[in-house]
């Protein structure tokens, strides 16, 4: 399934090249002049759940809190949440909170942060990011802005392990992120042969085509995000009304199936 998204820069909704988020030299393949309630409320009318709003860095609450209001429920937040802020962004319309950097700390789980979310919001109500780059010939999670490698490898175990704490997974093959190359599709095969819990990736999706694949190489536990590549996004590789009647397709094999 396509699941949508809002990211967030500098009070603006971008499309971002993710490995540039550093302090310097971002690229940015777009920016909206419509606010991040009005992309809200297109995923409301079309049915698209499960979208997630990320604020990449400050200035982002304004316009983060406006699209939850708008389509209460229906959408995950991430970016500088932690266990002193979580319940009130639930309590301000979103689903999910996804946590990654207040979690991955020092290059390392912190299993104590860990369960102090699960414990202050439950792990229904939690989506840990993943999001990684390759390096050696295996996929490591990163954190500060995609910068900074941990130890925590994707691999079976560690899936298992930390789907434990959380109900969801959301992983950005980072290095593809904004790009348009096509997916990751050695990252996308190992996840969907290993997580045990739904999964959203992004990264480098250009088109139809590569919704199809994720469908069928996640083995149906992976959805999939595309950004740059999307119409709204001012992109020419996808359709947004495409990808509405790909969902609606899905769910119509599913309740018959």
Not at 130 to 154: H, M, P
Not at 200 to 208: F, I, K, P
Not at 237 to 250: E, I
Request: hydrophobic residues 40%.
């Amino acid at each position: 399934m396509f699941r949508p998204c809002i990211d967030l820069h500098e009070g603006k909704v971008k499309q971002i090249v993710g490995g540039s988020l550093g302090d310097s030299g971002l690229r940015t393949n777009f920016v909206s002049d419509h606010s991040a309630a009005w992309f809200a409320e297109l995923y409301k009318r079309d049915g698209l759940a499960g979208g997630h709003v990320i604020m990449l860095g400050p200035g982002n609450e304004t316009e983060a809190r406006a699209a939850l209001a708008a389509y209460p429920g229906g959408l995950q937040i991430g970016g500088g949440i932690n266990a002193g802020n979580a319940r009130d962004w639930l309590e301000g319309g979103a689903s999910h909170i996804i946590v990654t950097s207040w979690v991955f700390r020092e290059g390392r789980v912190d299993w104590n942060r860990l369960g102090e979310l699960v414990k202050t919001i439950g792990k229904n109500r939690l989506v840990l990011d993943l999001s990684c780059r390759k390096r050696g010939g295996n996929y490591f999670v990163v954190t500060d802005r995609w910068q900074k490698f941990t130890e925590v490898a994707i691999t079976p175990e560690t899936l298992r392990k930390l789907a434990g704490s959380c109900a969801e997974f959301l992983v950005h093959a980072v290095d593809l992120e904004g790009l348009c190359r096509g997916i990751d599709r050695e990252l996308v095969g190992k996840l969907g042969r290993w997580t045990p819990i739904p999964t959203t990736y992004a990264g480098g999706a250009n088109s139809l085509a590569d919704l199809e694949e994720v469908t069928l190489l996640g083995e149906g536990k992976i959805d999939l995000t595309i950004g740059s590549a999307l119409d709204i996004f001012g992109g020419n590789g996808v359709l947004f009304a495409d990808v509405v009647k790909f969902n609606r397709r899905q769910s119509e094999q599913s309740a018959g199936g």
